[in-house]
């Protein structure tokens, strides 16, 4: 078996795959074996209490990165390094932000040696800084995404890539009104289920015999989940959050949502999205998120991920999106005063 080794400029090498073979399996730290201390909590009916406060602060990125290819996990020396390249990076608040996937991607890139700088948002007067942000959790695994077992996101469909050109020309036209603008920024919903991470990403659960409730940070959406058996509602009734049935399998909950509105999830999905979420606590401070999405509108075949949940003393605290949104109004008034400048120069004609 063949490697090349990608420099990293902290004291060690990352191995990746070279001629399509894989680089061997790398482990989680050795741990010795120790007698469980630890046993599910169980609520008032013996299912086990999911409640509380749960964070997703995982820096591990949705799609493996190309120069991981092949390397599902990482050494412990190397996610040490990435860690300790991020918190120079981002820690302390003395640099611009970075969200979403953008700080594994920086962060790898700094590491490898390919840049030493890293891209924000989008670099611009506005921007974050990283005080708006927390300093992330790194894990050994290189993608979220479980299956495909390249950790890469299926092929879109034809419809899909129409829909994603034409979503992308949008933006770069002057709005004409705020459905011009993206379901976020009028503060409508983030979607579901959430992915974002290490940016207002906690959610909490309240959960009773009967049902579940499950509350996001971003947009204070809630999903209520019925625990009782009833049907799904009729195929003609869309929801942005769609409709969910959930159910108890040994200690694990079952949630099982159909009835989406188009684009509310990613941005991208169809009105055939189908989502499976398994719940399982795994530990005193950790809950076990696996999802899978199954959108024949949307991607080829169906896929699945991992989110490690960490709960948290923290509360989730109001979040006043629409009374707050002075961003949608400056971006629309913006807007006009293009217009109102690209008229004035027409009438004035060539000099």
């Known amino acids: 078996m063949t490697y090349r080794r990608l420099g990293f400029g902290v004291g060690f090498t990352l191995l990746s795959m070279a001629h399509g073979q894989v680089a061997p399996r790398a482990g989680l730290a050795t741990t010795k074996s120790v007698k469980p201390t630890w046993t599910v909590p169980r609520a008032v009916d013996g299912h086990p209490d999911l409640q509380g406060v749960w964070a997703n602060n995982i820096a591990t990125p949705l799609e493996r990165p190309k120069e991981l290819e092949g390397r599902a996990l990482l050494t412990d020396q190397e996610v ?102 993206a379901l976020q920024e009028r503060c409508i919903t983030y979607g579901s289920p959430q992915l974002t991470a290490g940016y207002q990403s906690y959610s909490q659960i309240f959960q009773t015999p009967d049902a579940v409730a499950i509350e996001t940070e971003m947009i204070h959406d809630v999903r209520i989940i019925p625990l009782d058996g009833r049907p799904h509602l009729p195929s003609t009734v869309h929801l942005w959050l769609g409709d969910s049935r959930g159910h108890w399998e040994g200690d694990t909950l079952v949630v099982d949502t159909t009835n989406y509105k188009p684009e509310s999830f990613m941005s991208l999905s169809s009105e055939k999205l189908h989502v499976i979420e398994h719940f399982t606590r795994t530990g005193p401070d950790s809950l076990k998120y696996e999802i899978t999405i199954n959108d024949p509108g949307t991607w080829t075949k169906p896929w699945s991920l991992m989110i490690p949940l960490k709960h948290t003393p923290d509360l989730i605290y109001e979040y006043a999106c629409q009374e707050g949104n002075i961003g949608l109004t400056g971006i629309l008034a913006g807007a006009r005063a293009e217009e109102q400048a690209a008229a004035g120069a027409k009438n004035r004609g060539p000099k």
Do not use: C
């Open 80 to 181: 040490a390094a990435l860690k300790q390249k991020a918190h120079e990076l981002f820690g302390g608040g003395n640099s611009d932000a970075a969200f979403g996937d953008t700080v594994y991607r920086s962060v790898l890139a700094n590491v490898t040696g390919k840049t030493s700088g890293f891209k924000s948002v989008d670099g611009e007067t506005g921007d974050y800084s990283s005080v708006w942000t927390v300093e992330r959790e790194w894990e050994n695994r290189t993608s979220l995404i479980t299956d495909p077992a390249d950790g890469r996101l299926p092929a879109m469909t034809p419809e899909a890539q129409k829909r994603r050109a034409a979503a992308a020309a949008a933006r770069t036209r002057l709005p004409t009104g705020p459905e011009d603008r």
